[in-house]
């Protein structure tokens, strides 16, 4: 392994601190975009019916930004290795923060009025039913087109922040460091998912939208800490750069990963389907009419979900040995009878139960299908599924909120029951997976 622009000599324990300082602001820009994306739920969820936007369009203003992250992530990763790690970074935190304040100023002009969800279709689509009226029905809407662009803007320009984050980690960590490196990286999505809900539930209080504009903010605050603080790593080239990578052959459908690829897909489009009804069950389920009694349920769900998944992160699943099969098999099936759980909270505490339950299913569901894919695949294939494995959950997010909200207007126990069939499922299926190692590959 050799390295590219290598520094003065500088005494290992000044060296050993400043990577420390480097990484605990590289996980505070991290934390603050996991921040802005469960935060989304709890501000936007509560207001979309009053500014007149459906269910599906919610849910299709979610997916969409989802694609444009499938769609523009890679590049980003490869322009990381022209400008750097940190410009990529400081890219992604800006138009994160750009993109998630033109959000909040578009939601603001549905709430004052100045923009309105609907205008009227030609008479033609008016009493249509095909696939061409419920198209325009979805589009005829200046707000909802303001609210898609600045979703695109989002997608396209924060799809940035995670590429970036994780080949700096590769640039600053050796073989032996490297997991550990990227196990900080995935708990700030965790943590995010905690401090989100109490950010929006306390900011709230000074006004509906006051949590996404102070979100935006706080990520411009993460882009100059970057700028000022953090140094660009040492780029590692290594010594067997010139094995062509045709070699590599992991694909979606190699045998070895495929059962892991899919669990990522169908589990997160389960997942996501799941959080943005959380706003419309409390208001149809609970009967609750009061909004920011509708906000607080919203973040301390995700509250109670967050809390049990960081709890369970860095307890239980630091001692479990079993093959990755098996507690597939316990965790999908788990998380189905969760689901169903749901459909019968009358209460908030029984709510709340049931989303700490899906905390504890998924934090068992997300480091064993990355460890499972891992343990099946050899040295140098690391880096092929790797990228497969980031692509997987956000292919199973595009189609979640937007399936998930569809399914909604059948009625709110339909998009519930079917999630957690579809859970069960998946976890039957893994009673079919036998556990793959390098060593049986």
């Known amino acids: 392994m050799s390295e590219e622009n290598s520094d003065p000599i500088v005494s ?79 890219i992604g935190l800006l138009g994160y923060s750009a993109g998630y304040a033109m959000l909040a100023y578009g939601v603001q002009l549905g709430v004052e009025g100045t923009i309105v969800n609907t205008f009227g279709l030609p008479s033609s689509l008016q009493n249509s039913t095909g696939i061409m009226a419920s198209t325009a029905a979805l589009f005829a809407s200046p707000l909802f087109l303001v609210l898609l662009g600045a979703r695109l803007a989002y997608g396209a320009l924060a799809s940035a922040i995670q590429p970036a984050a994780t080949a700096y980690i590769a640039d600053t960590t050796d073989k032996a460091g490297r997991t550990k490196g990227m196990a900080l990286v995935g708990m700030t999505a965790g ?62 459908f190699d045998p070895r990963v495929f059962p892991y690829l899919l669990g990522w897909v169908v589990g997160f489009m389960i997942f996501t389907a799941v959080q943005p009804l959380v706003p419309l069950l409390a208001e149809d389920q609970l009967g609750l009419t009061n909004k920011q009694d509708i906000t607080d349920v919203v973040g301390l769900s995700l509250l109670s979900m967050g809390l049990v998944n960081i709890i369970v992160l860095v307890s239980l699943m630091q001692k479990i040995k079993t093959s990755p099969p098996v507690v597939l098999r316990i965790a999908f099936i788990l998380f189905g009878l969760v689901l169903l759980l749901l459909t019968q909270a009358t209460s908030t505490w029984m709510f709340y139960l049931a989303f700490g339950g899906m905390g504890f299913a998924f934090s068992m569901v997300v480091p064993t299908l990355n460890s499972g894919a891992s343990l099946a695949v050899k040295d140098d294939e690391q880096g092929a599924v790797g990228g497969l494995l980031t692509a997987a959950p956000t292919l199973g997010m595009i189609f979640g909120p937007f399936g998930g909200t569809a399914l909604y207007q059948f009625g709110p126990n339909v998009p519930i029951v079917t999630s957690a069939t579809l859970s069960i499922l998946l976890g039957l299926y893994f009673f079919l997976v036998k556990p793959v190692t390098t060593q049986n590959v």
């Open 191 to 252: 943590l995010g998912t905690i401090i989100g809900p109490v950010f929006g539930v306390a900011f709230a209080r000074i006004g509906q939208l006051a949590p996404m504009y102070i979100a935006a903010a706080l990520a411009v605050v993460a882009a100059v800490c970057i700028a000022t603080i953090i140094k660009e790593p040492k780029k590692h080239v290594s010594d067997d750069a010139a094995k062509s990578k045709d070699t590599i052959k992991v694909s979606w």
């Open 12 to 90: 290992p324990a000044l060296e050993g601190k400043e990577k420390r300082i480097d990484m605990t602001v590289l996980l505070f820009g991290l934390i603050t975009y996991g921040i802005g994306q469960s935060l989304l739920y709890v501000v936007l969820g509560p207001i979309i019916r009053e500014i007149g936007i459906s269910e599906v369009q919610y849910g299709f203003l979610i997916s969409a930004s989802n694609v444009a992250i499938v769609l523009t992530a890679p590049w980003w990763g490869r322009k990381s290795e022209s400008i750097g790690r940190k410009s990529v970074l400081i």
